[in-house]
Nanobody, 123 residues
Framework: QVHLVESGGGSVQAGGSLRLSCAAS????????MAWFRQLPGKEREGIGL???????MYADFNKGQFAISKDNAKTTLYLQMNSLNPEDTAMYYC?????????????????WGQGTQVTVSS
């Protein structure tokens, strides 16, 4: 049973940074592709970046180095480091997973989802 729990969201001022965590159970890095998504108010869920089962990092085109994915092998935890945040980054952030290789950031391609963590950036 795959279970994903995000944490680390909160309120931050523009220009600040946050690191989100996704504690995953029922997955292994070599068998599940994992990704971060966000959903801005009134918008569809959009992919930020993913980590494939081969350890490759892939990012959405809008990410110009602002977001970075990393992992903790020992804890099966996925992280999203977010820098230079601005109010347009205010959103609910989600962790997602799918068994097998996936090079996609389409939300429909992912099977498992966490409950999300809210990030609010004030100007």
């Amino acid at each position: 049973q795959v279970h994903l729990v995000e944490s680390g969201g909160g309120s931050v001022q523009a220009g600040g940074s946050l690191r989100l965590s996704c504690a995953a159970s029922g997955v292994t890095w070599s068998s599940h592709s994992m990704a971060w998504f966000r959903q801005l108010p009134g918008k569809e869920r959009e992919g930020i970046g993913l980590l494939t089962i081969y350890g490759q990092e892939m990012y959405a085109d809008f990410n110009k180095g602002q977001f970075a994915i990393s992992k903790d092998n020992a804890k099966t935890t996925l992280y999203l480091q977010m820098n230079s945040l601005n109010p347009e980054d205010t959103a609910m952030y989600y962790c997602a997973a799918r068994y097998g290789f996936l090079g996609s950031l389409r939300a429909n391609d992912y099977t498992y989802w966490g409950q999300g963590t809210q990030v609010t950036v004030s100007s």
